[in-house]
């Protein structure tokens, strides 16, 4: 004579492997999913700090450390039309560039 209790038992297991089945998925979907957004903002950041670089090496290697000719050599800047070079300060994305009497004082990072 067979009992229902094998058939429960059964049923049993195969919910739970199905739960531990669900739980496995939606883990390696979030790690999947956490690395892919992680990495974009890194590309991102490693994005702007390349446009200031670029900047940078513009300005050191083209100019006489004027703010006038900074000006020039900073347009293809992304940010350009957001630059302020009325006063001391110019704030880049990553880095100030620091003048005094017109001329480049020092570069900082942010």
Do not use: H, W
């Not at 590309?43 to 702007?48: A, L, V």
Request: aromatic fraction near 12%.
């Amino acid at each position: 004579m067979k009992t229902s209790f094998g058939k429960k038992q059964k049923s049993i297991f195969g919910i739970l492997a199905g739960l531990v089945l669900l739980f496995l998925v939606v883990g390696a979907g979030y790690v999947i999913i956490d690395q892919a957004v992680t990495i974009t903002y890194m590309q991102d950041g490693y994005k702007k700090t390349e446009d200031d670089l670029v900047a940078i090496v513009c300005v050191v290697n083209s100019t006489n450390f004027s703010k006038s000719q900074i000006e020039k050599c900073v347009r293809q800047y992304p940010l350009y039309k957001y630059l302020d070079f009325s006063g001391d300060t110019v704030a880049l994305r990553r880095y100030e560039l620091i003048f005094k009497n017109n001329k480049l004082l020092k570069i900082i990072p942010i």
